[in-house]
């Protein structure tokens, strides 16, 4: 009976049924996104310091810590970041950018991936420059051009597409050009200027970073010296990502709510214009609890279709976030159920 009911109003229950499974769809889509984001960050955390632990301070190191890095060991890689104004010299065009100048050797975990990918060996061979791609598509910039940091001309060895330290997001607004630190022009460094000076350490295996930390806290507080572990960089992201699914998780939620409420109001006008069916069924002698029956027989199909319709639409956009956040997102998301 229920079914029969639906004869003439099909198309509108369809269309409720579609809002109610677009809601569903939305939180099944992030919060199974959100969870893979999760375990992507752990698994590769790593990756995403580029070492096992680093220093960083505002300015060249003091003496006392020169001496405590010789102390730590392992294999060591320094880099140097700093603002600067980069000049593409073909394009008459000049923007402000981040120099990241390391050594050769640097991330130990993961890679700086580069079009073409022999550009990050060139890097480290003569004046080369990597430059982020988002600057090269904008100022139309091509391999073999020239970019003048400082006083010196670097030639454009390749765009960067990923790079540890850094996202999609981040490179649209803050670009790096990434050079060799033997080839910097050092007036860049001179006084005054605002530079983070790192240092990137692979530890040996039997070393606990976090225990390193411990016993170097008090000379790090002394020296205003920064230290990152693979601990804290996970905590980091996952913080930082982990605001961004919640709120997506809650733009979903409220699509969802706002869309029960929109399918309240919509029965309640499918119910509106049911009165007359519902006059004739108690005339021919149906009870009140038959005639209840009938309509929320409806109500929980169409609650369950939607469900099941979300869960199944939710999956398959789950599948391809990954793919469209690829560019975006620090580390390489699933699309795991």
């Known amino acids: 009976m229920a079914w029969r009911d639906t004869m003439g109003s099909r198309r509108r229950l369809a269309l409720y ?10 939180v099944v889509a992030i919060s199974s996104f959100g969870l893979n984001l999760e375990g992507a960050i752990d698994s590769e955390a790593q990756v995403l310091l580029g070492a096992d ?3 960083e301070r505002n300015r060249p190191f003091e ?3 020169e001496a405590l890095i010789d102390s730590i060991g392992g294999a060591q890689v320094r880099r140097v970041s700093c603002a600067s104004m980069a000049l593409f010299t073909r394009q008459r065009a000049a923007r402000l950018v981040t120099i990241r100048a390391s050594e050769p050797g640097y991330p130990f975990y993961g890679t700086i991936e580069t079009d073409p990918p022999s550009a990050r060996i060139a890097l480290h061979r003569g004046q080369h420059a990597l430059v982020d791609g988002s600057v090269m598509r904008a100022y139309s ?7 003048q940091v400082g006083s010196i001309r670097y030639r454009v060895a390749g765009s960067v597409v990923s790079a540890p330290r850094s996202s999609g997001m981040a490179r649209l607004v803050n670009p790096a050009v990434y050079l060799d630190l033997a080839q910097i022009d050092t007036s860049l460094l001179a006084r005054g200027a605002r530079a983070t000076y790192e240092v990137y350490f692979r530890v040996d295996g039997d070393v606990d970073t976090e225990s390193l930390r411990n016993d170097m806290q008090n000379h790090l507080d002394t020296y205003e010296v920064g230290l990152d572990t693979i601990e804290e960089e996970k905590e980091a992201w996952g913080e930082a990502l982990g605001i961004m699914a ?4 809650l733009v979903g939620f ?4 706002l869309g029960g409420l929109g399918i309240g109001s919509a029965l309640h006008v499918h119910m509106t214009k049911r009165l007359g069916a519902i006059a004739a069924l108690r005339c021919l002698g149906a009870t009140t609890g ?6 929320l027989a409806q109500a929980l199909a169409l609650g369950l279709l939607a469900g099941i319709a979300g869960c199944v639409l939710g999956v398959s956009v789950q599948q391809l976030l990954p793919v469209v956040t690829r560019d975006v997102l620090p580390v390489n998301v699933s699309g795991r159920l």
């Open 290 to 295: 038959r005639t209840f029956a009938v309509y």
């Open 53 to 55: 632990m680093s220093l």
């Open 63 to 65: 003496s006392a810590t």
């Open 17 to 26: 049924l579609c809002s109610m499974a677009t809601g569903v769809a939305a």
């Open 254 to 257: 409220l699509a969802l709510v």
């Open 246 to 249: 919640t709120f997506l998780g």
């Open 141 to 147: 910039v091509q391999l073999g051009d020239s970019v």
